[in-house]
């Protein structure tokens, strides 16, 4: 009879029950296992929950002197994030639903960052969330929590390979800030925006915004975040440099096949690397019928064009 697991490290090689670790989770798993750069860290699952509070405190501070050795760094800044059965899925991505924390340095703030993460599961957002979405997921979830190394991120974003405001797939949309992408992803700040080619991977448009603040750690309590003023020789600069952009279109074709849906995907950059925070299906314009925009909206078209002018210089 095969005990389920209390804890799995993301590098884990081994099979993973997707119910067991939850959506996100299972995303990561996946994603280290295909060789991308994401952030260490482990999953606590539903039944490292069922333990006593005594031996979750003591496991958990194990698991995270573990995780600090393996970083060669003492008190490591973690993220503690959600991963629900049924979030980030096809259908429904239950995007800010539940509780994130980042920045998280100690281990007692570790131990009431994951406990509040773990009791958003009950929160009447998630609930309102569930109840929002349909009838058969209005019953609460099982839920694990993810422990992640922080990175210190110098820019951070999203990127859809596709254009969601027309539901072009022959495009890879990313949008860009300084810092981390908190700020981004709830719509608090203008952020830099790039429109790439799939097939060739040439930048078609790019907007650069001015970019006054940014979400960085917070040095006066030595955990969790603060808004702080961008340099200001940063301000109108781009976040992203073409060798980013060229990199990050690459990951996107990747996910994308493997996966074989539109993907939204979370990134971070620091120290000239670049780190995959999160991916997940495209929710809206992957439901519907995929299509190709180009000359006279004929792909036939679209592609000759593309071929034939392949390589000329423009004028």
Not at 36 to 42: E, K
Not at 98 to 111: F, H, P, Q
Request: charged fraction near 20%; hydrophobic fraction near 40%; glycine fraction near 8%.
């Amino acid at each position: 009879m095969k005990i389920p697991q209390e804890l799995i490290w993301l590098s884990t090689p081994r099979r993973v029950d997707h119910q067991l670790v939850g959506g996100k989770a299972n995303g990561l798993l996946q994603l280290t296992k295909l060789g991308l750069p994401v952030p260490a860290g482990f999953v606590l699952t539903p039944v490292f929950f069922t333990a006593d509070l005594t031996r979750q405190k003591e496991q958990l501070i194990t698991t995270y002197r573990q995780l600090e050795h393996s970083l060669n760094k003492p008190n490591p800044a973690v993220a503690v994030r959600s991963s629900a059965s049924g979030e980030d899925g096809r259908q429904h991505s239950f995007a800010g639903a539940y509780d994130t924390y980042l920045w998280v340095r100690g281990i007692e703030a570790l131990l009431e960052k994951v406990a509040l993460c773990r009791s958003s599961l009950f929160s009447e957002r998630a609930a309102s969330y569930r109840a929002e979405m349909s009838e058969s997921t209005t019953a609460v979830p099982q839920m694990a929590v993810i422990v992640q190394a922080m990175v210190p991120a110098r820019a951070s974003g999203v990127m859809m390979t596709m254009n969601p405001s027309n539901g072009d797939r022959s495009k890879i949309t990313i949008e860009s800030t300084w810092g981390l992408g908190q700020l981004l992803v709830d719509g608090t700040i203008n952020p830099d925006r790039f429109l790439v080619d799939k097939i060739t991977g040439e930048l078609i448009d790019e907007t650069i915004t001015h970019k006054a603040q940014m979400l960085g750690a917070d040095e006066q309590h030595g955990s969790g975040t603060a808004v702080i003023p961008v340099p200001q020789p940063l301000e109108n600069a781009p976040s992203l440099t073409p060798k980013e952009i060229e990199a990050l279109c690459g990951y996107g074709r990747l996910l994308e096949n493997h996966f074989g849906t539109p993907q939204d995907i979370e990134f971070a950059t620091y120290q000239n690397e670049i780190f995959i925070l999160q991916a997940r299906a495209e929710t809206v314009w992957s439901q519907k019928q995929a299509k190709v925009y180009g000359l006279n909206g004929r792909p036939v078209d679209q592609i000759v064009n593309t071929l034939t002018n392949f390589g000329k210089t423009k004028t």
